[in-house]
């Protein structure tokens, strides 16, 4: 290309923003977009190609509806053109980017690009099947194996085995813990606190309180003898703190009975020594509790270590041969795989650059060390666009780093590249914003002030509430009901927003306050094929396909939608030698049954006006979407109905489709698009109090929001399978 003009040279120079909540992110990564195109197609009588990554699909339609928006204000047939061609403007979260590479590159290194994304159902499928047949395996050549499962449930080994398959393709150097890395590890993480110990103490000691210096003294001679305890490798090698034992420390200072009370009208020694010692006291507390600090426990943690690694080996590879077989992958694969094609040939990266003039990518701070890694890789040497905020990071348990944004500032700045700050919210209030940043500001350097878009009015309005939960309260979502309550006069339900960390969390509080007439709608982030009025939908379109589908058939037959009473099908199927039915037998023997006659129509109608017609209409007739209304009245079911039909209707204009294959992707747990599908969102939202994650809720607005169980320390993934 030739050299741009100035103004076009700014808009294409790679350039990172920090947006803040409500600051206007998409507004303007969108108005970014159109600019571009406009001064690229003066300059060059040529469109450009443009690539913007995003986290979630939903983000993804958002900026193409705001997209199409602009090039229609703009009245400029080239523009619209732009935004509605996927060859000149690929928009897609970045999985849905790895997997356009893996398909256009895949091929040279023997990957099939008719792979499809594997949804969470088929996954555990694959992955019990490969821990049965691994463990098998293993089993006979090492019976120890047997030891694991007095440990660990099933459940919780493919689990264990999925991590450390992950673990070893990114970093293939890896090996397990050895009883040496244990005590090395012990060694280093006890000498701070045994050395941090001995100085709380000698300073105590040295006060002039009496019971307070007897104390101390105690407590001093205790933990010196930790600091002088070895273990017999650590002796060999020299090894300080190799055998310091939590518990028995923890033992002997409370064999000293209550510690003297420490007055602060008059106190013994300096409040902040008092301070350390507390925090000191709990952190040896917890040490104590755990067995992963006991170091008699470290000769079974290497030994189970050495079992798990030689299982999870033959797992890894069980569980690609059936991936690869099935050609369907989860995310995670579409990463690790893209990552092993560009360290085995690194040239292909350039290949792909060429396809693009300029890339953006959107909320940069969720994206992990690996993502970036590929990334820079793919883009090396095209222009990019970077927006995203840290204090928004909250994927850490999907191996998102917060960190990588400031890395990647740091890195635009240094090589003459742009930063732009956008801080101003206009999203929240003023006042709430305040709060805010007083009360999140104390907790580190690393937080950035939201700026108000006006002056707060009233200083002294409440804009938080904390209701404090006692253990012993029998139900514990109560305060949530009667603050609901309370705000009844002046607010509607779909005034309030509840946010919780688990899925399992907004069932459960969905539950208690319809119980107590409060009506609720949960958003689920995922699942759609897995809702009951989908599968049923999904039933009907099989059984017009293929009618001769046993398992489906008596599904439908005792189905309400086409009951045939259970004593009858056991009357129609006891002639045959296997007792077993089919469409055939069924159309002889219950020929005056409703249902059978319901069914027979079913399959006429597909002869005469096609499956896809005779399928969406089967939908009111046999009255799954009467029903859908009747027991949802917030429309979320009859919304997926519609969207399943929506879906078959996009899947029958794709080159080479067939009703036989899409049933058996979709039994198959395969998505063919690039992302999970979730739940359809109704036309009309109902007046209900909304209850979502908060990761769902990200960029929403309420006003009014719950967080329940904010005591509650969030622990990540990996956190978890450690304990």
Not at 32 to 45: L, T
Not at 312 to 337: A, P
């Amino acid at each position: 290309m030739s050299s741009p003009p100035s103004h076009l040279a700014g808009l294409l120079s790679t350039r990172i923003v920090r947006a803040g909540a409500g600051a206007g992110k998409t507004t303007q990564l969108s108005e970014r977009v159109i600019q571009i195109a406009e001064e690229f197609y003066k300059k060059n009588q040529r469109l450009p190609k443009i690539l913007v990554t995003t986290f979630t699909r939903k983000a993804t339609q958002e900026l193409k509806e705001r997209l199409v928006a602009l090039a229609c204000k703009k009245n400029q047939p080239e523009l619209l053109q732009f935004v509605s061609s996927p060859s000149y403007l690929f928009i897609s979260t970045i999985h849905g980017v790895l997997a356009l590479f893996l398909k256009r590159y895949g091929p040279l290194f023997g990957f099939d690009p008719a792979f499809q994304f594997l949804d969470e159902s088929a996954a555990s499928g694959l992955k019990k099947n490969a821990f049965r047949k691994a463990f098998a395996q293993c089993l006979e050549v090492n019976p120890e194996l047997s030891l694991l499962l007095e440990s660990y449930t099933s459940r919780e080994l493919i689990a264990i085995l999925n991590d450390l398959d992950i673990y070893r393709r990114q970093f293939t150097e890896a090996q397990p813990f050895t009883i040496e890395d244990f005590q090395a590890c012990h060694a280093a993480n006890a000498e701070g606190f045994i050395t941090q110990g001995l100085d709380i103490f000698s300073q105590i000691a040295a006060s002039d309180n009496e019971s307070w210096s007897s104390f101390a003294q105690k407590v001093l001679s205790f933990v010196e003898v930790q600091a002088l305890s070895k273990t017999e490798e650590g002796k060999k090698s020299g090894m300080r703190f190799s055998a310091v034992n939590y518990s028995e420390l923890y033992d002997q200072i409370k064999s000293l009975g209550r510690k003297p009370s420490f007055a602060k009208k008059n106190p013994p020694f300096e409040e902040s020594l008092q301070d350390e010692h507390v925090a000191w006291h709990k952190t040896l507390e917890k040490r104590a509790d755990k067995n992963s600090y006991d170091v008699n426990q470290f000769a079974t943690s290497a030994q189970a270590l050495k079992l798990l690694n030689e299982l999870s080996i033959c797992f890894s590879e069980t569980l690609r041969e059936k991936k690869n077989l099935r050609c369907g992958f989860e995310m995670y694969d579409i990463e690790l795989l893209t990552a092993e094609v560009l360290k085995r040939e690194p040239q292909v990266a350039a290949g792909f650059a060429t396809d693009w003039d300029y890339v953006l990518t959107d909320e940069y701070q969720d994206t992990s060390p690996l993502q970036v890694e590929i990334l820079d890789q793919l883009f090396a040497n095209v222009p990019q666009y970077f927006v995203g905020d840290p204090q928004q990071s909250i994927y850490l348990f999907r191996g998102a780093r917060s960190e990588v944004f400031l890395k990647k500032q740091n890195e635009i700045v240094e090589g003459e590249g742009a930063f732009d700050s956008l801080q101003k919210n206009y999203r929240s209030t003023p006042e709430l914003l305040e709060f805010i940043n007083d009360q999140v500001g104390v907790l580190g350097d690393d937080f950035a002030p939201m700026e108000p878009k006006a002056p707060a009015q009233d200083k002294k309005a409440i804009v938080a509430t904390l209701a404090p939960v006692s253990k012993d309260e029998l139900e514990p979502y109560a305060p949530i009901a009667r603050y609901i309550a309370r705000h009844m006069r002046s607010h509607r339900f779909d005034d309030f927003a509840i946010l919780t960390r688990k899925n399992k969390e907004t069932i459960e509080i969905s539950r208690y306050l319809e119980s107590k007439g409060i009506p609720t709608q949960v958003h689920a982030a995922s699942g759609f094929f897995q809702t009951r009025e989908v599968i049923d939908a999904i039933s009907i379109l099989r059984f017009i396909v293929l009618p001769y589908d046993t398992e489906n058939l008596i599904m439908l037959l005792r189905s309400p939608w086409f009951k045939v009473q259970d004593a009858v099908l056991a009357e129609w199927a006891e002639p045959t030698k296997k007792g077993e039915l089919n469409w055939d037998l069924v159309l002889s023997m219950g020929g005056d049954e409703i249902g059978v006659q319901k069914l027979r129509k079913l399959i006429d109608a597909s002869y005469s006006s096609g499956v896809f017609l005779a399928w969406v209409d089967s939908l009111s007739e046999c009255g799954i979407l009467d029903s859908s209304v009747h027991y949802d009245p917030t429309g979320r079911r009859e919304s997926n109905i519609w969207k399943l039909v929506s879906l078959v209707r996009e899947a029958q204009r794709q080159s080479g489709f067939s009703f036989t294959q899409f049933l058996d992707k979709v039994s198959l747990g395969v998505q063919q698009f690039d992302d999970e599908e979730g739940e359809a969102i109704a036309v009309i939202e109902p007046n209900r109090v909304n209850i979502m994650t908060v990761h769902k809720a990200k960029g929403l607005k309420f006003n009014q929001v719950i967080i329940p169980n904010m005591h509650k320390r969030p622990r990540t993934i990996l956190e978890n399978r450690v304990q």
